[in-house]
């Protein structure tokens, strides 16, 4: 099993260009997230999706919007990227939900934005 | 929202001493608390949790306790090694949120 997979893991873009970071997971799991990592911050939670067909909105959504493509597939799109959106993200899945154990994490994708 | 504080931001420890690392969180509904490793340049990953049921839980050198009352939990690392190195952060439930993290430096 390859876990939870990032792609990719390296994008450098220009302010105001669009992105999609793909994530997938062979675990069967039905809760999937997506992380952003600054220095000094932690983990700060962009979008989640519960189960298959929902997804809701994280700490820090703006500038985001995610699709859970199917039970394995959950992107990250970044319309109009800032630099402030230069961060690592980490797409992260689960069994069931925050509560019902391991968070399970991909590599990473390091987005810097120009 | 949950709020998770988590302290100290950084810790320095000889190797073979213990570290701990607090985290307080604020709401009373809160019933399970993990804790992610997480070294230069990887990915975090799980080293132990606890769910409010219980108010300690041993690994080998490393055990979490938990204090409902006063709602803070800590991770207690027993005879550190240089390989603890890595920043730690702690989670509580409520939009999963977790704290800033911990950069253990252990040195040998």
């Known amino acids: 099993n390859a876990g939870v997979t990032q792609t990719p893991k390296f994008q450098v873009l220009k302010t105001g260009q669009s992105m999609t970071l793909q994530c997938a997971q062979d675990?069967?799991?039905?809760?999937m997230y997506w992380y952003r990592q600054d220095p000094g911050m932690g983990l700060r939670l962009i979008y989640y999706?519960?189960?298959?067909?929902?997804?809701d909105k994280g700490e820090v959504p703006n500038g985001y919007n995610v699709s859970r493509l199917n039970k394995r597939e959950f992107s990250l799109r970044l319309e109009s990227a800032a630099p402030s959106q230069t961060s690592v993200y980490f797409c992260?899945?689960?069994?069931?939900?925050?509560?019902?154990?391991?968070?399970?994490f991909g590599e990473g994708s390091r987005l810097t934005v120009l | 929202g949950e709020n998770v504080e988590q302290h100290p931001s950084t810790l320095s420890v000889q190797e073979g001493d213990s570290a701990v690392i607090k985290c307080t969180y604020s709401?009373?509904?809160?019933?399970?608390f993990p804790w992610y490793k997480q070294e230069l340049g990887k990915r975090p990953q799980l080293i132990i949790d606890?769910?409010?049921?219980?108010g300690e839980k041993k690994d080998q050198r490393i055990a979490v306790t938990l204090n409902k009352t006063a709602k803070h939990f800590s991770l207690h690392i027993t005879e550190t090694q240089p390989e603890d190195s890595a920043v730690y952060f702690c989670?509580?439930?409520?939009?999963?949120?977790f704290g800033a993290g911990t950069r253990l430096t252990v040195k040998p």
């Open positions: 992260a899945s689960s069994v069931q939900g925050f509560n019902t154990g391991e968070l399970f």
């Open positions: 675990m069967n799991h039905n809760s």
């Open positions: 999706s519960a189960s298959e067909g929902t997804t």
């Open positions: 709401d009373s509904a809160s019933n399970y």
């Open positions: 606890i769910r409010s049921n219980v």
């Open positions: 989670a509580a439930r409520g939009d999963m949120r």
